[in-house]
């Protein structure tokens, strides 16, 4: 692009005709600032007013453009305090119809008797007969129509922002970038794909002539997006393993054979597929960037120990990087016992830990007398020194940034990478948002899980519900009350886990134990709360959603998720996973108090099926792709114009798009991708490598 309009596109809003200081401020509420975040603020829909109708033509419930003349002056009718309507009928050669505007005096001012109009606008059925409400018009012998007679783009809009504002600054915005925008990409990208110029593309996205202009040009800037995004993605998974020579693990069958065999259990057939994957990963000499995807209980932790024996055996150190320490001492306990057996040497390092007793690992660890570290964010403290790390894992990745995951695979040199992470994600989109890692899915369970009983019920079971739950901690179980906010919201009148925890307390369940646990609390209270609940001290835990991330707290049979509607479904399927995981039968119970037909869909998903690949494929489906997709929680530029669930084919094409000019140019220093480099570097870098190591 040349510097002219790369200096324009960066531009204030404030540069474009018709925006001062208090339209930027409504602009800047969209989270639009240059004129480049203006023109890429596409339509999310569009109005057909090019076809025009005689008033005999015009159909109850559809909105519609039609010529007429004024017939009568504007009359003005006060309905209420706040509601005046006014009306004029309007006729044609074959028949009339009112028009009708709320609140618009003007209106009044403006439509001349006897003079001919073009209208749009929703056609209802009036007391006598059929009636437009509050109408676009233009003069009918105008010789450019603005608002009527073409297809007009929609725009998310914010109030005191209206639709023709948004749509007048576009067009001025437009005309300061007039067929001057550059197109990065290369010639034949754009032939393979049938890709239109971007100059086209950006003109008819916001004023399309007819319909195969909006296709064209939002199949251009919809390939355009996920090319970017994934040719960025490529790119970090090349520089990771670029001239990196990994550790070749020795191929140690026969050894790994017999630590499987002692570990008590049968491996699914699932755990057996991902980890031969692994097992291949570790035995080739390159890096391993390996992303282990399973649902709630699928059995991630015995795959890691397996690829931390493995490690050990071929005389190397293996790191497991957990977010909580109270994770991080569940997984201490259970890989001890099972490497203990083996000879195995298993060390915690957390930073709830006295001097003396760091300094103590510390030494060990840098000696190499410890094999195996579990640790929270304290392995990556400057003191932790490895004598030979060859593997390192994390656990519930989303938890962790990049610097940190870097910084642990520092400590050795080019150790293999495992992420773990059990938020189930469509296998399409995992290849969207860990597009530098390579994907292995558990998607099966050990066999002997109960399913987690999930009922939706609203206040109404109030009482039911409290009596199941006192039933419940009678019989010696302990029970999860999950509640979305901390404090009382005036925007959201949800339930505050404050609130609640204190009526449960001092009102529904006085006689037994209420613990609370929150977002806000210091890290120490929210692990003695969490290993008082762990050792059956406490009843009922009233939550947010910080106990989303797994503890094993196999004693715990109930879990009450408040004002469930404000949950994504993949958040209350990882909620409802923390239960269910003892011998005896678990319930899931949530309270909805919507109305809307989503919350319905939404319980009903829940209700129908515990397969966590399933509900998050439903939860694409209902919530779309947006909210789902939570990209700002992923590191991931916003995608302003493609829709995965929808264009999934563009998806495939882009993706093998990026995949074929790698593979011609890996480092993209060709002439041709020059301008393409420089997009990935601008737009994406700092994003890309929140992800590549996210």
């Avoid at 890691?304 to 957990?322: E, I, R, T």
């Avoid at 320490?325 to 001890?336: D, G, P, R, T």
């Avoid at 609130?499 to 692990?527: N, Q, S, Y």
């Avoid at 700002?632 to 084919?649: T, V």
Wanted: glycine share 6%; proline share 3%; hydrophobic share 40%.
């Amino acid at each position: 692009m040349n510097g002219d309009m790369k200096e324009i596109l960066k531009k204030s809003i404030k540069n474009v005709k018709g925006v001062g200081d208090a339209r930027a401020k409504l602009f800047h509420k969209l989270g639009i600032f240059s004129i480049e975040d203006l023109i890429t603020h596409f339509p999310y829909d569009y109005e057909d007013r090019s076809n025009i109708k005689k008033i005999c033509q015009l159909t109850e419930g559809e909105s519609c453009t039609f010529e007429g003349i004024i017939m009568s002056k504007v009359t003005e009718r006060k309905i209420r305090q706040g509601l005046t309507l006014y009306q004029a009928y309007i006729k044609d050669d074959t028949g009339t119809i009112i028009a009708t505007w709320y609140n618009q005096p003007y209106i009044k001012k403006v439509l001349t008797v006897g003079e001919s109009y073009i209208f749009y606008g929703k056609i209802v059925r009036g007391y006598k007969t059929l009636e437009v409400q509050n109408p676009v018009y233009e003069k009918a012998c105008k010789e450019e129509h603005k608002n009527t007679m073409k297809i007009v783009p929609v725009y998310h809009a914010t109030a005191n922002l209206t639709q023709n504002t948004i749509r007048t600054v576009m067009q001025n915005a437009l005309e300061l970038v007039d067929g001057n925008l550059e197109d990065v990409l290369p010639l034949w990208v754009r032939k393979k794909y049938c890709l239109c110029d971007i100059n086209y593309a950006f003109s008819n996205i916001h004023f399309p002539r007819n319909d195969g202009d909006i296709k064209n040009a939002r199949y251009r800037l919809v390939f355009e997006e996920l090319f970017l995004l994934q040719l960025g993605l490529l790119s970090v998974k090349t520089v990771l393993s670029d001239g990196k020579e990994g550790i070749a693990f020795v191929p140690n069958r026969k050894e790994m054979v017999d630590f499987i065999n002692s570990i008590g259990f049968t491996l699914t057939n699932a755990q057996k597929r991902v980890w031969e994957e692994i097992e291949k990963d570790m035995e080739s000499n390159r890096v391993m960037n390996r992303l282990v995807q399973g649902d709630v209980g699928s059995g991630k932790t015995i795959v890691a120990a397996l690829a931390l024996a493995k490690a050990v055996k071929s005389g190397y150190q293996g790191a497991m990087m957990v977010p909580t320490e109270i994770l991080a001492k569940q997984h201490y306990e259970s890989l001890k016992d099972i490497m203990g057996k083996h000879g195995i040497n298993v060390a915690l390092l957390v930073g709830s830990q006295t001097k003396k007793q760091r300094s103590e690992i510390l030494s060990k660890i840098e000696s190499g007398e410890v094999n195996i570290v579990i640790g929270t964010h304290a392995l990556i403290e400057e003191k932790v020194k490895f004598s030979k790390l060859g593997l390192v894992i994390t656990d519930e990745q989303h938890r962790f940034g990049v610097r940190q995951r870097a910084m642990l695979s520092n400590k050795g040199i080019n150790p293999d990478i495992l992420v773990m992470t059990a938020t189930p994600i469509p296998r399409t989109l995992a290849l969207i948002l860990y597009g530098d890692l390579d994907i292995s899915i558990i998607d099966e369970l050990p066999p002997g899980r109960k399913p987690v009983k999930t009922y939706a019920v609203d206040n109404s079971m109030r009482q039911r519900i409290n009596n199941f739950i006192k039933k419940q901690i009678l019989e010696g179980r302990q029970a999860y009350i999950i509640c979305p906010l901390v404090d009382e919201s005036d925007e959201i009148e949800a339930k505050s886990a404050l609130k609640t925890a204190e009526k449960i307390a001092k009102e529904d369940f006085k006689d037994f134990r209420v613990g609370l646990l929150h977002g806000k609390m210091p890290a120490g209270e929210k692990e003695e709360v969490m290993q008082k609940f762990l050792k059956g001290e406490i009843d009922i835990l009233v939550s947010t959603t910080v106990v989303e991330v797994g503890v094993n707290v196999p004693n715990a049979t109930l879990m009450v998720v408040e004002n469930a509607e404000r949950f994504g479904l993949a958040q209350l399927h990882q909620l409802r996973g923390r239960v269910g995981r003892g011998p005896h039968q678990s319930y899931c119970i949530l309270y909805n108090e919507s109305k809307s037909q989503i919350a319905k869909e939404r319980m009903k998903v829940m209700q129908e099926t515990t397969d966590g690949f399933v509900i998050s494929e439903k939860d694409l489906l209902i919530r779309g792709p947006g909210e789902f997709f939570g990209t700002r929680q992923h590191g991931l530029p916003d995608l302003k114009i493609a829709n995965l669930y929808r264009d999934m084919e563009i998806l495939k094409k882009a993706q093998e798009a990026a995949q074929e000019i790698l593979k011609r140019d890996r480092n993209l220093f060709m002439e041709e991708n020059l301008k393409l480099k420089e997009k990935i570097a601008e737009k994406f870098i700092e994003k890309i490598h929140d992800v590549s190591l996210n």
